[in-house]
Structures are given as structure tokens and as C-alpha cells.
């Protein structure tokens, strides 16, 4: 008797976790032509209110699953073969303009892949375009003059966050189940948290960001804040992407070869949660959320505390990720102030002594749980100015610029850090619960979400 489960139509498929896809398309239950063909579909029916994929490589995508279903009849595997998948606006595709969304930079057409995306082309990545960002990436909206607004498919009077949200927005959307964005003020996490999906900020300097820099600078001097990274809908999906696009550049890659480890045993883990600050509101409802978070965790085994003497100076360690912050995110624009240079190296020793400190509580625990931000998706708001755009939380209007808080957490001492949606507020929009782990331990916050996620399945 016949027991195998009927194969599943392209469309379907679609929305299905990255996994699941690749895993149909080696057993040859659809083409990576027609899965490819099915995304072009929904994105070409759906796309138009949402605005999610602003630059579209259709025919390009089209020869790249022509190639993965050759190599798919030849036997060949590869982690991603056949995937169909988008990238942030702000990576440089071949051919296509990377513009950060700034009018002078319409015409700056890159030469060659950043080598995210070759490393996912390599993989056997399919890649259908890019995804929509604020001006600079420096927004938690997504609009900018030359590609308009990306509105958050859950409820399209809010924003999807951003800079990353085209393509959260794309993943809640069910256009695809894989997408690669960049962070340096929750620009991968926030978007997550607002649209119910899963986004991964990695240690800094774990995945190279050739190809991913401001217009016109070329390459350029390193970042010390900025990370790029996945956004999926899965935890699993978040860990694939991180296999395929971790690991030094060249000339490092010479002479040194990425060996993660292993994530720590998160059956009895031990957390510390972190949701409130003495100024600084966090809605009922998200902190209804990390608590009862908290509760699943205890009745699994784990341990969670809301104190350590080990923990950073927090106050003194967002004065230097604000001015750090605010250095980077000026880089190369006409008439930005310079700071001088003694200051910056100050901040810079301050860092250091941050990240020993982070360094020596990860010896007595093995993650932190904080907010992803204090509000859920909020309305779109226009114009943007950071000095006094506010947001309502519990019925109480507050600046929503200092929220940058949260995100601060882990990006100013370089710590890898997880998005994961964990409930609802009462609107119905999405809560993401922020898990921070050690530096260069990226698989342990990854395998936290994943431990909450089995004994909540369990419950």
C-alpha cells in the first residue's frame, strides 16, 4: 500500500518554510522552474499594495532555475538548489542599480554580486530581486523616493519596520521563505517583530559584507556596528542561511576557516530577561508576552533570573552605541559634522571593555531575553524626523527614537541576536521576543527559540 503523501502544487509550496521547498524540489515534486514561476505569480498578483519587491530580476531568476532543475536531473544537491529567494535593495546585484534608495544613486549599477549573494547563488539560490528600504537604511519604515512605500501585509496602515522591511514584509507576504538583509539598528530584528517572522542579527564580522556598503563608496573601511544576515519564517531557515553565507573573505580566507560551535544545551538553560527600563515604556502586552515566555521556559527546565550582578553597565554602553550609531549612519553623506578622532577611539576602548564584560556574564549565563522593541508595528508616519516622531504605547504617547534602546543591546558589543515571534498584542499584531547570546555563538540563541518553540508545541 501506498502511504506517500500527495506532492504538493508550486503555489502551495510556496508556503512552505525554505526547508520544506528544497526538500520537495530534490525529491522532484515540482521544478525549480515552476516554483520559481509560482513566486513571479503571487508577487506579480499581490505585490501591488504592499510594495514589497521594488526591483524585479525576473528573467534572471528564470535561467537560475533552469540551471537548479539541470544540476536537480543531474543528482546534484546544494543546500539552497532551486530556492527561490529575494535580497534586501541594498546589496549589489549584478547589473541593477544599489541605491540605499537615494535619488543619486538611481544610475550606480553594480559590476558584480556582493558575495552574499554569490555565496547564495552558489548554494543554488534562486534570486527573483530585491526588496524595499528607507532612505540610507535609516528607518524602521520603508519608503523612499524612487520605489515609494512598503506597507506591512498584516495591516497595511502600519509599517513593516525597517531597513530590512521589503523584505519582511515579502516573508509575511508568503512570496518567498528566505531573505538576506543587514542591521545596525534593528534593521533585520525590527522588521521581524513587526511582521510575525524570524530574523537573525549574526556576530559581527561573522558573515562578510563585500558588496553591501553606501553608494559609491566601494568597499570602504569595515563597519565596527553593521552585520548582515537572514530573515525567514522558520528558526530552522535562519540556521541554513547562516551555514551557507558564514565564513571569512578573502585574504583572510587564506589562512582561516569558520568552525561555529555547537550551541549550548538549552534543556535547562539558563536565561536572563531583561523587559523594562527606568525611562523608557514597553507596552502591557509585550511584556505579557516575555513573561509568559518566561513561564514556558521554567516549566520546561530552564532557569530564567531578572537580576545579575554580572550585567553590563546598560546606560553607559547605549551612550557609546549612540555615538558610534550616529558616526556610521552619517558616513558619506554631504554636509555630516566630523567627529574628532581621539573621541572616536575613546568609544572605541569603551566598546572593548563592553564586550569583556558581556564576555564574562555569558560565563554565568547562556542568554539574554529582551524586548525586540517596546511597541509592535506602529502607523506609517510622514514625514519621518527622529527628533520628534512619537508612537502610542498603552494609550501613552512617547518618542519612538529612543526605542533604539532594544536593538542597542546586543549591536553595540557585537552579540548575535534572534528575532522570534512569540504572540499577538491586543490589535492582533505581532510580538518578537529579542534572544541575545554570546559572541560567536550564534546557534545558541537560534536553538533557545527553537527549545521555547518545542515545549510550547509539547504544552
Known amino acids: 500500500m501506498n502511504t506517500a503523501l500527495p506532492a504538493l502544487s508550486p503555489t502551495a509550496l510556496l508556503d512552505l518554510n525554505a526547508r520544506a521547498q528544497i526538500a520537495a524540489l530534490a525529491r522532484g515534486d515540482c521544478t525549480a522552474l515552476a516554483l520559481c514561476d509560482a513566486a513571479i505569480a503571487r508577487i506579480e ?69 556582493a558575495l552574499a549573494v554569490s555565496r547564495l547563488k552558489a548554494a543554488g539560490a534562486v534570486i527573483l530581486g530585491k526588496t524595499n528600504v528607507p532612505v540610507g537604511l535609516g528607518d524602521w519604515q520603508s519608503s523612499n523616493p524612487l520605489h515609494g512605500r512598503t506597507y506591512n501585509p498584516l495591516d497595511p496602515t502600519r509599517t513593516p519596520g525597517g531597513s530590512s522591511g521589503g523584505g519582511a514584509a515579502a516573508l509575511a507576504a508568503h512570496y518567498v521563505a528566505l531573505e538576506l538583509g543587514s542591521d545596525i539598528g534593528g534593521s533585520i530584528r525590527v522588521p521581524a517583530h513587526f511582521c510575525g517572522v524570524y530574523g537573525h542579527k549574526p556576530s559581527l564580522g561573522l558573515l562578510p559584507t563585500r558588496g553591501h556598503g553606501f553608494p559609491g563608496l566601494g568597499s570602504g573601511a569595515p563597519n565596527e556596528l553593521a552585520v548582515i544576515g537572514p530573515l525567514a519564517r522558520s528558526v530552522d531557515d535562519l540556521e541554513l542561511a547562516l551555514e551557507v553565507l558564514a565564513g571569512p573573505d578573502l585574504p583572510q580566507s587564506l589562512a582561516y576557516h ?62 557609546v552605541y549612540a555615538g558610534l550609531l550616529n558616526t556610521y549612519m552619517t558616513r558619506g553623506k554631504p554636509g555630516a559634522t566630523s567627529m574628532p578622532t581621539y573621541e572616536w577611539l575613546v568609544l572605541l576602548d569603551r566598546r572593548a571593555e563592553l564586550q569583556r564584560q558581556w564576555q564574562q556574564l555569558f560565563e554565568q549565563i547562556d542568554v539574554v531575553l529582551a524586548p525586540t522593541l ?75 527559540v527553537r527549545r521555547l518553540e518545542s515545549l510550547r508545541r509539547q504544552a
Open 258 to 319: 569558520l568552525q561555529l560551535p555547537p550551541a549550548r544545551d538549552m534543556r535547562q538553560a539558563r536565561c536572563l530577561l531583561i523587559d523594562s527600563h527606568p525611562v523608557l515604556a514597553v507596552s502591557e502586552d509585550i511584556r505579557a508576552a516575555l513573561a509568559q515566555v518566561e513561564r514556558d521556559l521554567q516549566t520546561g527546565g530552564c532557569t530564567v533570573q531578572r537580576q545579575s550582578e554580572c550585567l553590563p553597565d546598560l546606560e553607559a554602553g547605549h551612550k
Open 45 to 113: 498578483a499581490l505585490d501591488g499594495p504592499i510594495n514589497a519587491v521594488v526591483v524585479r530580476d525576473f528573467d534572471h531568476a528564470r535561467e537560475q532555475a533552469n540551471s537548479a532543475d539541470a544540476a536537480l536531473a543531474s543528482g546534484e544537491r546544494r543546500p539552497l538548489l532551486g530556492l527561490p529567494m529575494t535580497v534586501k535593495e541594498s546589496f549589489n546585484l549584478a547589473g541593477l542599480p544599489t541605491t540605499w534608495g537615494f535619488e543619486f544613486a538611481r544610475a550606480l549599477r553594480a559590476t558584480a554580486d
Open 374 to 448: 517596546g511597541c509592535t508595528a506602529y502607523p506609517h508616519i510622514e514625514p519621518m524626523d527622529w527628533a520628534s516622531a512619537t508612537v502610542q504605547i498603552d494609550g501613552q504617547s512617547q518618542l519612538l527614537g529612543p526605542q533604539v534602546f532594544w536593538p542597542g543591546l546586543a549591536t553595540v558589543a557585537g552579540l548575535p541576536a534572534t528575532s522570534a515571534p512569540v504572540g499577538r498584542d491586543r490589535d492582533g499584531l505581532p510580538i518578537g521576543l529579542q534572544v541575545i547570546g554570546p559572541q560567536f555563538e550564534d546557534r545558541t540563541p537560534l536553538a533557545l
